[in-house]
């Protein structure tokens, strides 16, 4: 069975820098399509950044230049560096994967991934 579990989440004041860590479990890590989808306070879930087997990324306009998607293949981790955060990155932060091997555009698409984790929740605030 796929699991995935999130981990790194924290309170936070505008501008500082958070590394979220996703470990794997259960499925062959390295050729899954991986991904960070957020969900704020009465928002909608929506991708913040994702990366394919080949090593393509993609990010939401809004974290470009602040935000860094990795994946570790010998340790089974994805993780997700976040510098000079804002007030509006709060929220609960889901790591997903999925067996198919997305083209880039479609990286940060929910409906694109099968397996979810829990979440770890982020406060960006002052």
């Known amino acids: 069975q796929a699991v995935l579990v999130e981990s790194g989440g924290a309170l936070v004041q505008p501008g500082g820098s958070l590394t979220l860590s996703c470990r794997a479990h259960?499925?062959?890590?390295?050729?899954?399509?991986m991904a960070w989808f957020r969900q704020g306070p009465g928002t909608r879930r929506e991708g913040v950044a994702g990366i394919n087997p080949p090593g393509s990324t993609n990010y939401v306009a809004s974290v470009k230049g602040r935000f860094t998607i990795s994946r570790d293949d010998a340790s089974n981790t994805l993780n997700l560096q976040m510098d000079n955060l804002k007030p509006e990155d709060t929220g609960m932060y889901y790591c997903?994967?999925?067996?198919?091997?997305?083209?880039?555009?479609?990286?940060?698409?929910?409906?694109?991934?099968?397996?979810w984790g829990p979440g770890t929740l982020v406060i960006v605030s002052s």
């Open positions: 259960g499925f062959v890590f390295g050729t899954y399509t």
């Open positions: 997903a994967a999925d067996s198919r091997q997305w083209g880039r555009v479609t990286l940060l698409s929910s409906e694109a991934y099968s397996t």
